[in-house]
């Protein structure tokens, strides 16, 4: 099989997303890391890739027309391999925008929400009670809509397994660490558990397993634009 997609990312969950998409399609992919804590996506080459300057990104060599198409943003990308390939996505109208809202809360609330919590949780000076508190509780307040949410629907999207799973399911994988209790959230615990059974989701973890970056050895300059502070804040 000849492969026609390069896939740069490395292991964030945004990236993380695009893994289960690409196994659960059984598209043919070639993954290129972009190590960001080395400043990487700063490069003028993958700048051409995303003016974003953000992973992930694809470029399908094989894309609309027969010819290569590049798509950032991981919800973007999700929309597109669905699209692609026929799978993930329902046909019908009413179906198929359930599917989007929910890959949309995602984008829109989970990402931004978890992200800080985990940014304020880790890596920010303390004392940072009052953003941390901030960003905690909206993370507990999503975790209880994706409770209810799966109190009445198998999965986020409906009846049947789609991209606003695989795009919600790698931020909630640290659930424990952001103190989100399973015996509070007995349908998203079912839920989850489904999930991380899937042979897909399985060969995702596998395979960020092996990825290496220098995020442990990261140098205080490149933490500092990663993070834009010290010389790289604007404010």
Not at 51 to 80: C, Q, R, W
Not at 134 to 141: A, F, G, M, P, V
Request: net charge positive; proline share 6%.
């Amino acid at each position: 099989v000849r492969i026609m997609i390069d896939f740069y990312g490395l292991t964030s969950p945004n990236v993380q997303k695009i893994f289960i998409m690409l196994e659960e399609c059984g598209l043919p992919y070639n993954f290129k890391p972009v190590d960001v804590w080395a400043s990487k996506q700063h490069t003028p080459e993958f700048e051409l890739l995303n003016p974003n300057k953000k992973i992930p990104v694809i470029v399908d060599h094989d894309g609309p027309g027969g010819k290569s198409y590049t798509v950032f943003e991981s919800g973007a990308i999700l929309m597109y391999l669905a699209e692609k390939s026929g799978k993930f996505m329902p046909k019908d109208m009413a179906s198929k925008y359930e599917v989007i809202q929910w890959l949309m809360i995602q984008v829109s609330g989970i990402g931004p929400a978890f992200g800080n919590f985990t940014h304020f949780n880790l890596f920010a000076p303390k004392p940072n009670d009052y953003a941390l508190s901030r960003y905690k509780t909206e993370l507990l307040r999503l975790y209880d809509l994706l409770n209810k949410r799966l109190g009445e629907a198998k999965y986020l999207g409906g009846k049947e397994y789609s991209i606003a799973d695989m795009a919600t399911f790698p931020w909630t994988r640290q659930h424990q660490a952001q103190g989100a209790a399973l015996d509070n959230l007995p349908h998203f615990k079912r839920w989850f558990e489904d999930v991380s059974a899937r042979p897909a989701v399985k060969a995702m973890i596998a395979k960020q397993g092996e990825i290496k970056s220098s995020r442990e050895t990261a140098t205080d300059e490149h933490k500092d634009r990663f993070f834009g502070r010290g010389k790289y804040a604007r404010a």
